[in-house]
C-alpha cells in the first residue's frame, strides 16, 4: 500500500511534517514517550508494531528531521465508526503550536479512516492537559463530549494505576472533521 504524502505543516518559527510512521521511527517514537512524564511507557517492540502494523491510523510529526510529536490509534474491529486515540505525545520544543490537533486531524483525513464519525479515548482524572485537548475538539467538531469509567484503579489496575475515564466525542460530521480541528 502505497503511502500518503508528507503533508509540510508551517509555523512561524519552523516546519512541521506530519506523515504515517514507518518502522524505523520506532525507536525515536519510544523515547519521545519515555521522556514525557504523564505518559505511560510502552515496550519497544509495541512502538514498532504501531510504526508498522498501525501505521495508517498513527502519524509522527518532524521537525529538521527529529520526530516531535506523536499519535497512536486504531479503528477497533467492531466500531469501524470510531477512531480510538491511544496516545498523543508533543515534545517540549514543539509545545504550543497545536499540534497534537493537528496529529488527530491528519490521521481523519486519511482514507483508513473514511468511515469514522467518533473519537474516543482513555484519560486519567488529573491529566488536565489531555482533557483540554479533547474538550477543545469536541467543541471544534460540535459534538457531543461523553465520559464514564473504563478501567477502574481497584477493579483493573489492582490500585497500580489510577482510573481511566473513557472519552468519546461524535457524531461528528466527518467532511469538516479534518479541517475543523486543525485549524
Not at 26 to 37: N, S
Request: with cysteine.
Amino acid at each position: 500500500m502505497e503511502q500518503p504524502k508528507t503533508r509540510p505543516q508551517r509555523s512561524s518559527r519552523t516546519t512541521v511534517a506530519i506523515r504515517p510512521p514507518r518502522a524505523s521511527d520506532g525507536a525515536a517514537v519510544w523515547r519521545l514517550i519515555r521522556d514525557t512524564e504523564a505518559l505511560d511507557d510502552n515496550s519497544l517492540y509495541c512502538n514498532l508494531l504501531q510504526c508498522s502494523h498501525f501505521s495508517a491510523t498513527c502519524a509522527v510529526a518532524e521537525m529538521q528531521g527529529e520526530v516531535v510529536g506523536w499519535m497512536s490509534g486504531y479503528v477497533p474491529p467492531d466500531k469501524p465508526e470510531t477512531l480510538f486515540v491511544w496516545q498523543i505525545c508533543v515534545g517540549e520544543q514543539a509545545r504550543g503550536r497545536g499540534l497534537a490537533k493537528r496529529l488527530v486531524a491528519d490521521v481523519l483525513g486519511r482514507p483508513e479512516c473514511e468511515d469514522v464519525r467518533h473519537i474516543e479515548c482513555t484519560i486519567t482524572a488529573d491529566n488536565a492537559p489531555s482533557w483540554a485537548l479533547f474538550e477543545g475538539m469536541a467543541r471544534q467538531l460540535d459534538a457531543r463530549l461523553s465520559r464514564r469509567t473504563h478501567f477502574s484503579r481497584d477493579v483493573h489496575f489492582d490500585g497500580l494505576h489510577d482510573s481511566e475515564f473513557q472519552v468519546t466525542i461524535g457524531p461528528f460530521d466527518k467532511e469538516a472533521a479534518a479541517v475543523s480541528i486543525a485549524a
